[in-house]
């Protein structure tokens, strides 16, 4: 019944996108692929979209057939957000990406959803704007806003909640709505524009998004240090936040990621945890930076700092920091590298980290740390070899016992990568009573559950 459905609502596709649809099993492999180690579920057809028209009618045909919809970016998402578990369609966004409007005046740009934060920086290049966010991978704006996404430069730019003014969204009847205005602010009427940002596709497609930019900064300066201790490097962070110190970086790398990096993009560093940091500001302003923070983390063991603002130096250093997952896992190339975040209060950073690291180290396991600890956010990166149950158990409890620290510390299982199909078990932990109003929003806004089942909830609503 159900695949006889789903054929009818294929066929129906095709006729009206014609080649724009494969029903090719290795193209729709690639596009549930998934960087956890969740089974990949691939969706029956992939239609790749040009237009918000042409996602409307494509939903709208779905609608009609009780069909589910997956919408896809740049497949950068680490929590099996992808992956079609009761079959359905997945549009592919990647070609809607043109810069529609920069308006330099009022520091916005509106993009198709498929634009990658590389490229709408590459457009802004002449402006003197740019584009702050950065969560490592080449993610397109869409996805950004699906996970709410946030980065490296999230303790002084915000996420994309902050960054978000408006969207366009297909919700699942097939109809296009307009959410928020280029205003900087506004009281009128539910802010639908948020409600949207971090949904994962579970309430609509999002076409295009208008986004905030921000003048780039005349001098930047980047630099790290190192400390005795990871409680050492998360306390002066916490300092360097409580003092106001208005820095646009701050990463902690952990000795085991150090030791990645040195090898994967041939650094010489001492394998210790380590803060990279970066300053953003007129000249006077970056000295001035640099030198409190010296004088910050010298109270707390922090050594060997060193800053410049020569781009190439700046370059190589944050080129280590992105491809960290990489080196991450050429350090065991035939296991599984599988990415988990947390993010706690920031008074509660130090204690979660050491607690995570104790539990990593009594457990055997080969797992670096890195985190955009400004912010109170970090990441694991476990080296599995998925078909040793041992490992996978271990893996297992490392992930829960995190996952439920951070939660009991009053921070939230993820704070950037997503709940997806990874983390739905820790939902109703995080949230309590308040799932069932977010139930509610979902059967009102899609009663037939099209939009990106099996994700989020452990059950269908």
Not at 99 to 108: F, G, Q, R
Not at 162 to 171: G, H, N, P, Q, T
Not at 313 to 335: D, M, N, V
Request: with cysteine.
């Amino acid at each position: 019944m159900t695949n006889q459905r789903f054929g009818d609502a294929i066929l129906a596709l095709c006729t009206r996108f014609g080649k724009q649809v494969s029903t090719n099993l290795t193209v729709r492999q690639q596009h549930a692929h998934t960087t956890t180690w969740l089974a990949n579920e691939p969706a029956d057809a992939v239609l790749v979209a040009h237009s918000t028209q042409d996602v409307a009618d494509a939903v709208k045909i779905c609608h009609e057939y009780r069909m589910p919809v997956i919408a896809f970016g740049i497949g950068s998402s680490l929590e099996g957000q992808l992956n079609a578990p009761d079959g359905g369609l997945c549009i592919d966004m990647s070609q809607m990406n043109q810069v529609l409007h920069i308006n330099a005046e009022d520091l916005t740009a509106t993009v198709q959803a498929g634009v990658t934060r590389e490229a709408l920086n590459h457009e802004l290049r002449a402006t003197g704007l740019f584009f702050p966010l950065d969560p490592g991978a080449n993610a397109t704006i869409g996805g950004m806003v699906a996970t709410r996404a946030s980065g490296t430069n999230a303790v002084r730019y915000g996420t994309m909640k902050d960054v978000v003014l408006a969207l366009e969204v297909v919700l699942p009847s097939g109809e296009i709505i307009k959410t928020g205005s280029h205003a900087k602010k506004s009281s009128a009427g539910y802010d639908l524009t948020r409600l949207m940002i971090g949904s994962e596709g579970t309430l609509g497609i999002v076409t295009s998004v208008t986004v905030r930019l921000f003048g780039q900064p005349e001098v930047v300066g980047s630099g790290l240090c190192h400390f005795p201790s990871i409680d050492m490097a998360c306390q002066a962070t916490i300092a360097t936040i409580q003092m106001c110190l208005p820095i646009a970086r701050i990463e902690l790398l952990d000795p085991i990621q150090i030791r990645a990096c040195n090898q994967y993009s041939k650094l010489s560093l001492p394998e210790q945890p380590t803060l990279f940091v970066e300053f953003h500001g007129t000249q006077q302003g970056v000295a001035e930076q640099t030198t409190l923070f010296g004088e910050i983390i010298a109270d707390f063991g922090g050594t060997d700092f060193e800053w410049s603002s020569d781009e190439t130096k700046r370059k190589k250093l944050w080129t280590a920091r992105h491809h960290a997952y990489f080196a991450s896992c050429a350090l065991r190339p035939t296991a599984k590298g599988l990415s988990t975040d947390a993010c706690v209060p920031i008074s509660r950073l130090a204690e979660c980290v050491t607690a995570t690291q104790a539990d990593i180290s009594e457990s055997g396991m080969l797992a670096p740390i890195v985190g955009h600890v400004g912010d109170g956010n970090f990441h694991v990166l476990l080296l599995v070899d998925t078909d040793n149950p041992d490992e996978r158990q271990k893996a297992d409890k490392i992930l829960t016992r995190l996952a439920h620290r951070a939660i009991e510390m009053g921070g939230t299982c993820t704070g950037e990568h997503g709940i997806g199909q990874g983390k739905r078990k820790y939902m109703h932990k995080e949230h309590g009573d308040a799932i069932n109003v977010m139930r509610a929003i979902k059967q009102a806004i899609d009663p037939h559950n099209i939009m990106n089942p099996g994700k989020i909830w452990l059950d269908e609503v």
